[in-house]
């Protein structure tokens, strides 16, 4: 499918499990009437049949190779290797989660058909229309406000926006693969060094799911204009913070499985909420 707009929203997808979670995004995406592509980048380790549902919803796929990195840089950002080096300390990374994977993102910025990207985890929702994002700046992307208000001042990769341009593509190469380079988050705290003077979204537009139950008061359903389910995934069996979380894994299902969503401003605050 060639593109039909010269902006796009882009996810990645990288196994089964985010090609559902995709499928959950680009149907809230459909939702608000944008007439921007939905673009989804993917490797080969998602088989056509976990794609279907997604070519189903008009979106155009686009498989990606992995970076070129060398082997000493994968080998230090393998998962094992990483999560012993930088563990996570206030969530669990599912099974299927591949650190290395995280990195196919800045595959983005050889979109040159695109005048403006904003890229979209795979495991988010947009609850409303959100394309004033194509009039934000390269690079803006929200904070990484989970925990407390001292978040503010670091990033997350969840949500960005970006101009795609090979010159980019080819210096974040550069600067990505660098002896001894460890990237603790990987993409994102490649992309927080590489853009140093960010631009900051403000926080509804990537609203990251523990500030349900750590910081209630931030929330407010009307202002919430992307959901992002950071840590533990909206699908997997064994959540093991399902019960704290149940009214957005519940969210989360009816857009996924097509069904008619409630209407979002009118759903209740998590308790606590001002």
């Known amino acids: 499918m060639t593109s039909t707009s010269n902006l796009a929203y882009v996810t990645l997808v990288t196994n089964p499990d985010y090609a559902m979670g995709a499928t959950a995004l680009a149907n ?11 673009v989804v980048l993917h490797t080969g380790g998602v088989d056509a049949t ?4 997604l070519e189903t919803l008009g979106c ?19 998962r094992g290797q990483l999560h012993s080096a930088a563990p996570f300390t206030k969530g669990r990374k599912p099974d299927f989660h591949s650190p290395l994977d995280n990195f196919c993102k ?31 700046p390269e690079f803006s992307a929200a904070p990484n406000v989970y925990e407390s208000l001292a978040d503010f001042r670091r990033m997350n990769s969840g949500v960005f926006v970006a101009t795609p341009s090979h010159d980019t593509f080819r210096h974040m190469l550069e600067s990505l693969d660098r002896p001894g380079a460890f ?18 979204l403000p926080v509804y537009f990537n609203m990251l799911q523990y500030v349900w139950f750590t ?16 840590y533990e995934k909206p699908w997997e069996k064994d959540h093991p913070k399902a019960a704290r979380l149940q009214p957005l894994i519940d969210l989360w299902h009816r857009f996924h499985d097509g069904g008619d969503p409630p209407e979002i401003a009118a759903l209740a605050n998590p308790e606590g909420a001002a």
């Open 28 to 38: 809230s995406l459909r939702r608000t009437d944008t007439s921007a592509d939905i």
């Open 50 to 53: 976990a794609l279907a549902p």
């Open 60 to 78: 155009r796929l686009i498989e990606v190779e992995h970076l070129p990195l060398s082997d000493a840089f994968n080998e230090r950002h393998a």
């Open 106 to 136: 800045l595959r983005l910025w050889q979109l040159v058909e695109y005048e403006r990207c904003v890229f979209i985890d795979a495991d988010a929702l947009v609850l409303k229309n959100v394309d004033r994002l194509f009039l934000y």
């Open 183 to 200: 990237w603790r988050r990987t993409d994102q705290t490649f992309l927080e060094t590489f853009f140093p003077d960010w631009h900051g």
């Open 215 to 230: 910081m209630p008061e931030l929330w407010d359903w009307k202002s919430v204009s992307i959901l992002h389910y950071q």
